[in-house]
């Protein structure tokens, strides 16, 4: 009785599946995250936009409706984030290429820097010049304004230098000296608004504190190649920078120990930002991940909490910028031929969506429907009411498994017919599912009962898959095993089928020559291994 019952807990009411699985089997599906990302499109009655030229900087506003900059030529453009469409062109005060941009915290002001080494202040309602600083010898590369602070901002440039400035009075308070190369990127920290990081092309990584600000950089980190961008994450305590082909994760807290590096693109990473996924309130909210853009052409998407690309992107044109909107409805790329992808996400308004009937009898001149008759017990509708009713998104739904469609073994196997689902693998010619029947059998400890079973037609179909597919890597180990068990229990059928001697003939060929192959690989490893030792040293 308990054997019975056992025989019962075993049995498969799903297909059996091999557990050696080959690796070449690359799963397709796209996930969620993936098709997130792709509703990110171009409305139809925008076209993408063509710039004079490239396009190397690109700044939202912090404050709603979360308008953005974007930098070419001798000119910031300030496009509008509800129709994508330019608002406002600043150009006067450059006297050369303008190369960076930033918006204050409350977006009432907007600063830039050129290659004429000057940094420029606007109002961006009047688009009127409010400041120019002047100090860096050399083109300016780097503005940022800290996320709070209203009064200063930092800039830096290709003479080295970094610079923290009082914008009300047009003076320098501080000259930070550590760099020994271009200064490139920088960013605020989103935590103090007395940090600030900034990256160089000497392979560096600093950051500032304007408390100790005389006693050089808190910190160093070395990225390993020329610095292009370099931005604080949400939390503060971490740092992402780009140089050559790769993005690295730094715990600045832990005294800047590199966590992860991420090596996916083909060419330089020019440009990194920081977005927002998912809806409030739902189960992606709050989450954060990378954005990066390099010169092949391609945006990756990084998960920086499981360390993995969650989506990639191919683009036409070399991509030196990037931004994400605070609100994550909107994603603008830059290329280096001045054209401009701009990706917007519909986002459903629920307030917007009414039924007829919530009008109805409040004065807005809707007639009233006819009233329906109310359904009872006793109405045959009323056992079907609401069948056809679409769920709405507040809805939990129970879905209905799937029903599984069984293959001939699988039913056979159900019904703990062990000799038949064997046949009836071996005779449907898919050795996935012949070695799956197998491994089943072996659980069950009815395999080698089987096998004393078959007659010498299904012994020959057995041999004749063994002869095939014993030296595949990825079955060898079991099906040899199981050929030399076939051969002794069945030693006396074989020799009396000439048929059965003809599989066995073929098998031992098929052996010898396999173990020629791998002692031929063998003495081909034994002299490679040695060159690769000398020129590994070399």
């Known amino acids: 009785m ?28 796209q996930s969620s995250e993936s098709k997130y990302w792709r509703s990110f499109k171009t409305p139809k009655d925008l076209q993408i936009k063509s710039l004079i030229s490239s396009i190397t900087s690109i700044s939202f506003a912090p404050t709603t409706p979360h308008d953005f900059a ?18 406002a062109t600043i150009s006067s005060p450059f006297t050369d290429t303008a190369t960076s941009v ?15 080494g000057s940094v420029h202040v606007f109002d961006v309602k009047s688009r009127n010049p409010l400041r120019r600083l ?67 092309y000497d392979h560096t990584v600093r950051v500032w504190d304007i408390r100790v600000s005389n006693s050089g950089s808190v910190m160093e980190i070395n990225h390993g190649k020329p610095v292009e961008d370099v931005i604080y994450l949400p939390s503060g305590g971490l740092i992402a920078t780009a140089g050559g082909n790769s993005v690295k994760i730094w715990d600045v807290i832990g005294g800047g120990r590199l966590l992860h590096t991420m090596e996916s693109h083909n060419k330089t990473v020019t440009s990194l930002c920081v977005g927002k996924i998912g809806k409030e309130g739902g189960e992606e909210a709050h989450q954060y991940r990378i954005l990066s853009v390099s010169l092949d052409g391609y945006m990756k998407v990084f998960d920086y909490a ?26 603008v790329i830059g290329t280096s031929n001045g054209t401009l992808y701009i990706g917007r996400r ?133 099906l040899m095993g199981l050929a030399r068990k076939v051969v002794d229990m069945r030693a006396e059928d074989i020799r009396s089928s000439n048929e059965l001697k003809g599989h066995i003939r073929n098998l031992k060929r098929d052996v010898e020559e396999e173990i020629r192959i791998q002692q031929s690989l063998q003495e081909i490893q034994g002299i490679i291994s040695p060159l690769l030792r000398i020129a590994a040293r070399r």
Request: glycine share 6%; with cysteine.
């Open 346 to 478: 519909k986002v459903k308004d629920s307030t917007t969506e009414h039924k007829l009937g919530d009008f109805v009898g409040l004065g807005s001149g809707v007639e009233d429907e006819p009233k329906r008759r109310a359904l009872r017990p006793s109405y045959f509708r009323y056992f079907h009411r609401g069948q056809n009713e679409k769920p709405s998104e507040s809805d939990y739904l129970i879905m209905r498994p799937k029903k599984v469609k069984l293959a001939e073994h699988d039913k056979l196997l159900k019904k703990f017919r062990h000799k038949e689902a064997l046949v009836a693998a071996l005779n449907g010619k898919n050795p996935q599912n012949v070695v799956a029947v197998m491994e089943e059998l072996v659980a069950r400890r009815k395999l080698l009962v089987c096998v004393s079973n078959l007659d010498t037609e299904e012994l020959g179909l057995l041999l004749g898959f063994l002869q095939r597919y014993s030296t595949m890597p990825q079955h060898a180990s079991f």
């Open 2 to 29: 308990a054997e019975e019952d056992h025989r019962r807990s075993i049995a498969k009411a799903f297909p059996v599946k091999p557990k050696l699985k080959s690796t070449s089997n690359i799963s397709t599906a």
């Open 102 to 116: 930033s918006f204050r915290s409350d977006a009432r002001l907007l600063a830039a820097g050129d290659l004429a």
């Open 134 to 200: 002047r100090g860096h010898s050399r083109p300016v590369r780097l503005v940022r304004y800290p996320c709070l602070d209203k009064l200063h901002l930092f800039s830096g440039g290709d003479d080295a230098i970094v610079k923290y400035w009082d914008v009300t009075t047009e003076t320098q308070l501080f000259n930070l000296l550590g760099h020994k190369d271009y200064v490139r990127c920088g960013d605020a920290s989103p935590v103090s608004d007395d940090m600030f990081i900034s990256g160089s």
């Open 70 to 87: 974007v930098t070419h030529s001798a000119t910031v453009s300030i496009f509008s984030s509800q129709t994508l469409e330019p608002k």
């Open 306 to 331: 499981k360390y993995k690309i969650t989506h990639s992107m191919r683009f036409p044109n070399p991509l030196l910028s990037v931004g994400f909107s605070p609100d994550g409805s909107t994603r």
